[in-house]
Antibody
Framework: QVQLVESGGGVVQPGRSLRLSCAASGFTFSGYGMHWVRQAPGKGLEWVAVIWYDGSEKYYADSVKGRFTISRDNSRNTLYLQMNSLRVEDTAVYYC?????????????????WGQGTLVTVSS | DIQLTQSPSFLSASVEDRVTITCRAS??????LAWYQHKPGKAPKLLIYAASTLQSGVPSRFSGSGSGTEFTLTISSLQPDDFATYYCQQLNSYPLLTFGGGTKVEIK
């Protein structure tokens, strides 16, 4: 079945780096734009970044621009989020999610499916 | 940037109550609005997309309406499994997406 599984979370000191992974299965990963969304403790959902199906375009929330990099390896069906210069306020559960349409002319109406999330804690 | 304002932020209700949650957009987003249900430790679950289309497998007690700047999610008869936090999301400004602040539905 369609599945997204995040990994790579953990505890890291402020200023350090961490890379998250999202392994996809059950659908043609290479055809779909992919997103990272996060939820800080006690807060709501916050969109973080998106990457086009072929990796040709990437967009970020202002809160992470210049520090986080989204990428993908379509040969491995895997999405990544490289997080540098981490801050305490980056502490959150990070989810990956897929567009509902494929290809370059996709204008999604929903994000589905989603992974279960991986927890990142930034603390000294 | 498009802002989404959900109300109420907290709702206390009983089983079988009718519940309505509102989501207001800071500018016209057409029908590019989705609703998600989120429970602690779980993946967000898509309920409604394109403002009023019920996602496959979602119970029919959930419905969505609205267009432009004002949207509603209605649960016609609240069930024990429905106690969760609900979020609206706008996709009109894709690739830049926005979520509402969330509405936590708790048992009265």
């Amino acid at each position: 079945q369609v599945q997204l599984v995040e990994s790579g979370g953990g505890v890291v000191q402020p200023g350090r780096s961490l890379r998250l992974s999202c392994a996809a299965s059950g659908f043609t990963f290479s055809g779909y734009g992919m997103h990272w969304v996060r939820q800080a403790p006690g807060k709501g959902l916050e969109w973080v970044a998106v990457i086009w199906y072929d990796g040709s375009e990437k967009y970020y929330a202002d809160s992470v621009k210049g520090r986080f990099t989204i990428s993908r390896d379509n040969s491995r069906n895997t999405l990544y989020l490289q997080m540098n210069s981490l801050r305490v306020e980056d502490t959150a559960v990070y989810y990956c999610a897929s567009n509902d349409c494929s290809g370059g002319s996709c204008y999604p109406k929903r994000l589905d499916p989603w992974g279960q999330g991986t927890l990142v804690t930034v603390s000294s | 940037d498009i802002q989404l304002t959900q109300s109420p932020s907290f709702l206390s209700a009983s089983v079988e109550d009718r519940v309505t949650i509102t989501c207001r957009a800071s500018q016209d987003i057409g029908s590019y609005l989705a609703w998600y249900q989120h429970k602690p430790g779980k993946a967000p679950k898509l309920l409604i997309y394109a403002a009023s289309t019920l996602q496959s497998g979602v119970p029919s007690r959930f419905s969505g309406s609205g267009s432009g700047t004002e949207f509603t999610l209605t649960i016609s008869s609240l069930q024990p499994d429905d106690f969760a936090t609900y979020y609206c999301q706008q996709l009109n400004s894709y690739p830049l997406l926005t979520f509402g602040g969330g509405t936590k539905v708790e048992i009265k």
